[in-house]
């Protein structure tokens, strides 16, 4: 299993579309800042994402920006980073892989290219729901170094799939899955190894609600007998509004 990078078997995100409430989570590096994992904007202030995307990390070279569709647009707001608050039960690829960010300056709604998403579904869901993920993804199942530049796209992907239950996701060789965890599965799509962070989220007759946070998936991405693992938000919802009420 890999935490997740990149999505796979996907389409771009029309320029007329905007996600509102997904920014990207960048990393300065000796190369320059990079794209390393996606977010979803909570409150002006904070960000939730995978606990693996700022483990063992230092913060103060972390930055995210949102209000984009092209990763070269130099019309968004980059914020940075100020701490990243762990779930205490986090175990990587196992359990509880959220985190919320703290960032300054805060964000500025303007409810077209910026806008926060709902993360308080109050129903456990089941399996067979339509669900989307967004990121700046990967086209190709593995990465392979020297096609990099055409590999990751700057242009906002978008895949849409169907959750599974539990016990179909441990049927399918998922075994250690628990039901703090969601699992999708698709066919030749789905995320893959830096979209960790990356908020799925379904319709609702409230509007749109974010339901999971990438977590992990198979080494070569796409394979419809494995399935992709999401963070459950449903399980952590006190916890996610403890940390923005902070």
């Not at 960048?26 to 483990?55: D, E, F, V």
Request: aromatic share 8%; with cysteine; net charge positive.
């Amino acid at each position: 299993m890999n935490a997740l990078q990149r999505i796979f078997g996907g389409s771009e995100v029309p320029e007329n579309e905007h996600v509102p409430y997904l920014v990207s989570l960048q990393y300065q590096t000796r190369r320059g800042i990079i794209h390393n994992c996606g977010g979803s904007i909570i409150a002006p202030n904070r960000i939730l994402t995978a606990a693996h995307c700022c483990k063992d990390m230092n913060v103060t070279l972390m930055t995210v920006l949102a209000g984009v569709r092209n990763l070269d647009d130099h019309t968004g707001f980059r914020s940075k980073v100020v701490t990243c608050s762990i779930h205490p039960d986090y175990k990587s690829l196992v359990t509880s892989d959220l985190a919320v960010l703290s960032i300054d300056p805060p964000l500025h709604y303007n409810n077209l290219t910026i806008a926060p998403i709902s993360v308080n579904g109050k129903e456990f869901v089941p399996g067979n729901v339509s669900v989307t993920i967004t990121g700046w993804g990967l086209r190709f199942p593995i990465s392979i170094s020297f096609l990099e530049f055409f590999m990751y796209p700057k242009i906002l992907q978008r895949v849409n799939y169907s959750t599974i239950t539990n016990k179909q996701c441990r049927d399918w060789g998922m075994d250690k899955v628990t039901d703090t965890e969601i699992c999708v599965r698709g066919l030749l799509k789905g995320a893959c190894a830096g979209d960790s962070g990356g908020p799925l989220v379904m319709t609702t007759s409230k509007g749109l609600l974010q339901v999971g946070i990438a977590a992990y998936a198979p080494r070569i991405c796409g394979l419809f007998l494995i399935p992709d693992v999401y963070t459950r938000l449903y399980t952590f919802r006190d916890w996610i509004q403890k940390q923005i009420n902070q």
